[in-house]
Structures are given as C-alpha cells and as structure tokens.
C-alpha cells in the first residue's frame, strides 16, 4: 500500500475536524444548546441577509461568527479564577492584562478580517458590526456553544456536512479513494457549501499561522514525557509528528507563510491538492478517528446512523407525548431497527446506505452496522466526555488557542479501539 501523502494527512485531519464538530452539535449538545446555537445562526444571517446575498453574505456570516467567538471567550482573569488548581498571580495589574486580552482579540479580528479580504476580495467590515450588535445577547451561553462557534455553525447550517466535505476532497483528488473512486461521486456542490467549505478551510490555516506568531510552544504536546498520563507508543508518535511539524513551521522560513486556498481556482484539483500538501507541512491534528483512509466512509455512515436513529427516537417521543415537556424513557419509545441480517429492509442502516447511495457512495448495511457498534464503544463515549468537560468547565478559550478538552479527551482514543 503507498504511503499516504501529506495533502491525504492534511485533507483527513480537515474531514475529522468537520465530523467531530458535526458529532458535538447532534450527539453532544442538548436541546436548550442546539437551540442557542441555532439563535446565533438566526440573528447573524437576518442581520447579513439584510445587506448580502450568495457567496458574499456567506463570506459575512462566516466572519461575523469568527468575530462573535472571540468577543464571548473568557477573559484572562475569568480563566484564572475557573481553573482546577490555584495559580499564583500575574505580576501585572488588572487593568493591563485587561489590556492585554483587548489587544489579543484586535489583532485576531483585524488579521482574519484582512486575510479574508485578501482572499476573497470582499471588505467584509459589516461583520463586525453584527458581531457588536448581537454579542450581548450571547454572553451567558454554554461553552460547547461559544467554543468553535463558527465550525459548529457551519455543520448546523450544511446537513451532512462531513459526507459532503469527504465528496469534495475525493473529488479534488485529495483522498485517492479507490472503492469509491471521483467518477461516480456526484460532483455538483451546492455553491453556498463550497463558499463556506473553503472559509474554513482557510480559517484552519489562518489560525495557525496566528498561533504561530504567539507562541512558540505546541500545548497539545505538554502531555509528551509525564508518565502519569500512561500514553501508548502510538499516542506518542502521533505527538511526537505533530510536535515535528509545530516545530518545522515556526522555525524553518520556507514555511512562515500562510496557504490560502480561495486565492486558488477551486475547479483545479493540481492547485487544491497543492493547498493541502502546504497545509500538511505546517499542521497535523490529534484525530478523533485514528482509522485508515479505507475506513472513513464506515465511520461516516456509521455517524448518519447514530443521528438518523435518535432522530427516530425524538420522533417517536414526539408522536407518543405531544404535551410532555419532561424527561422520556427511551425503552418506551418504537423506532426502526438499526439492522437485521433476516430482511434489512425499513431499517436505519438501509436508509443510510440508500442516502449515500444519493451521494454515489457505496457500502453495505452490515458494514454501516459494525461501524456504528465500534463507534459506540469508542468515538462516542470520548464525545460525551468531551462535552462533559467542556460544559462543567463553564468558560472557553479564544480561539486560536488549541481545545485542551478536546485533547484531554481523545489523546487516549487508541485505548478504547475494540
């Protein structure tokens, strides 16, 4: 088998990030969360809509978002005082780390809001006036929404997000996928989709090329070398290559740029290809899913599964308690079966596999059904967990800082692998 090529690592690592987020809104979040986040998404596009329209007001919702989540981080001193453990004080007074937290978040919104503008040849000023309007009616949402708001916005606004970014990257020759190969994937993307695809896409970079410039260490690798976190040997080479990379990028000249992908002709698989080959020189990203190339369309299914059959199950809850505002029994409630190796028809893994057979994905029932089992037992419980962290913790970080939830929860993902 050839050995995967950093444009395959870099376009693997994106499709994580979108199926993660994708999995955090649906699985993770509960009703009165989805329902801020969905609030968020209300007031930002009434506001865009109001001026834009096509790819332009997505350029304007999407930065609007970006502004947004800087605004509802925590500040310096609220971290210090959330903490677990007690830190001693700064050597600063409060009015300068103040100061301090002000000056972060202007030289984050001021750079995305030129690089954007460089990209994309918008002036895209009108996002921050949507983020001012609206911040103050956000502030005292939960963290799983404040954090990563604009990739958990955009996964809330593109229904099978993940599936169709796995499309667009096969299509583009990114991911070579042989049983599923370029020709037979449906290759007509909705242009509202590719416009935000490609935002993110770049805002991956461009928070990168940030936190570049801040700090000169990698925070996901302070668990290398403490032997009280008991890392496998392939958790720790998988630190070890990202720290590698963190390392190349901030001293090596070659790599002080930052790739840009709308600067490229979308329609040419050399120049997205090219984009994503930079990309995997400067980053690598701790996955939630460790599998192989091979794997990703089980593990995809498997979450359209997950979410078709909960969808069932509010259904259900629905039809049999139309007044019921309380907690339901799920034992109570009658939803399709996930499979059955008898007669699979009317089943949730048959109507997921004719819903990617819409895409021009092919796979059997029973694969889509011992990828929702794995999944289960390892990719979900690390979520919940996740969640969990993140919402009694209560406050998050600005965002070009790396999630240390995220990290805490899935450095051990290899252990949980069945």
Known sequence: MARITKAQKAGLDFLDMVFFNELVVYRGMDAEERLQLETVIQRVTQMAENRYSGPECEIIKHLAYFFLEVSLANTTEELRQAAPVSLPPLDLSRETIEALDRHRDTVQMAFMLAMTRISTKVDAGYALEIADTLKGEFVGYSALVRRDLLKRCFVREFKEASVGVYCWLTVAGVLLVTKNSPGRICSEFDEMFITRLALLADYEMITHGLNMMISKDNSICVFLGKREFNLTETTVDRLLDIQKHFNEAVTKSSLQGIPLINIR???????????????????????????????????????????????????????????????????????????????????????????????????????????????????????????KLTRDAGFVMSPIYDDTFYASAFIHADKLVP
Not at 283 to 299: C, D, F, Y
Not at 317 to 331: E, H, L
Not at 334 to 357: G, M, W, Y
């Open 265 to 387: 002709d979308l329609s040419s698989m050399e120049q997205v290809q090219d984009f994503f080959e930079r990309w995997g020189i400067r980053k690598v990203r701790l996955r939630m899913h460790t599998g192989t190339l091979a794997s990703w369309l089980g593990i995809l299914g498997a979450g359209m599964v997950e979410l078709q059959l909960w969808g069932e199950y509010d259904h259900a809850a629905r039809k049999k308690y139309p007044n019921t505002t309380g907690t339901v029994a799920i034992a109570e409630l009658k939803v399709p079966a996930i499979f059955n190796a008898c007669d699979n028809q009317h089943t949730i893994t048959e109507f997921v596999k004719e819903r990617l057979s819409e895409y021009g994905l092919k796979i059997n029932p029973d694969t889509l059904y011992r990828s929702h089992s794995m999944m289960n037992k390892t990719i979900l419980r690390l979520l919940r967990l996740y969640c």
